[in-house]
Antibody, heavy 118, light 112 residues
Framework: EVHLVDSGGGLVQPGGSLRLSCGASGFIFRRYWMAWLRHAPEKGPEWLANIHPDGSETNYVDSVKGRFTISRDNAKNLVFLQMNNLRAEDTAVYYCARDPEYGAMDVWGQGTTVTVAS | DVVMTQSPLSLPVTLGQPASISCRSN???????????LTWFHQRPGQSPRRLIYKVSNRDSGVPDRFSGSGSGTDFTLKISWVEAEDVGVYYC?????????FGGGTKVEIK
């Protein structure tokens, strides 16, 4: 069965950092683009970043460019989101997702909650 | 920039009756490769989003055939032929044709 498991969320102070992880199973991980998205309370989902199957290309939404970094480890079927200089508005449930083409995410993790507050 | 607009915001429906959700973009979603990357997702409370429809009208495996997607260019529709209790939640359209994928604001479907 195709499965993604998100982890690494928590409570962090403004200006702090967190690293989210996502473990994949049930499919050939190295063949797929992977993405991170988030869903803040009372808002729609927001796509944040994606990464090429071999890690050679990454893309970001403007709101996180320069603060967040997506990476992957194909040997361990893992994708990461390093989040620095966190702000209150980054508070959300964060999801990793498999992206077969042009953002049509077909498999999602269960989500991990990030709360940025003092 | 692309803007995705969904309507209605809220959709009370009677069990067994049809429902329809509109999604409009401010520019054509036809990609230069000829495909239209318009996707529909369903999110139940406390759950991750689930993809229902991709490239306008292709239904995902396991999605009941009472769900259908249609449209072209800038105007798209998700139809539920008859609503069942499990269909409650929020439905989102999303475009992937231009730049970063962008979601519509969502339509909350609830049972009357």
């Amino acid at each position: 069965e195709v499965h993604l498991v998100d982890s690494g969320g928590g409570l962090v102070q403004p200006g702090g950092s967190l690293r989210l992880s996502c473990g994949a199973s049930g499919f050939i991980f190295r063949r797929y683009w992977m993405a991170w998205l988030r869903h803040a309370p009372e808002k729609g989902p927001e796509w944040l970043a994606n990464i090429h199957p071999d890690g050679s290309e990454t893309n970001y939404v403007d709101s996180v460019k320069g603060r967040f970094t997506i990476s992957r480890d194909n040997a361990k079927n893992l994708v990461f989101l390093q989040m620095n200089n966190l702000r209150a508005e980054d508070t959300a449930v964060y999801y990793c997702a498999r992206d077969p083409e042009y953002g049509a995410m077909d498999v999602w993790g269960q989500g991990t909650t990030v709360t940025v507050a003092s | 920039d692309v803007v995705m607009t969904q309507s209605p915001l809220s959709l009370p429906v009677t069990l067994g009756q049809p429902a329809s959700i509109s999604c409009r973009s401010n520019q054509s979603l036809i990609h230069s490769n000829g495909n239209t990357y318009l996707t529909w997702f369903h999110q139940r409370p406390g759950q991750s989003p689930r993809r229902l429809i991709y490239k306008v009208s292709n239904r995902d495996s396991g999605v009941p055939d009472r769900f259908s997607g249609s449209g072209s260019g800038t105007d798209f529709t998700l139809k539920i032929s008859w609503v069942e209790a499990e269909d409650v939640g929020v439905y989102y359209c999303m475009q992937g044709t231009h730049g970063p994928p962008l979601f519509g604001g969502g339509t909350k479907v609830e049972i009357k």
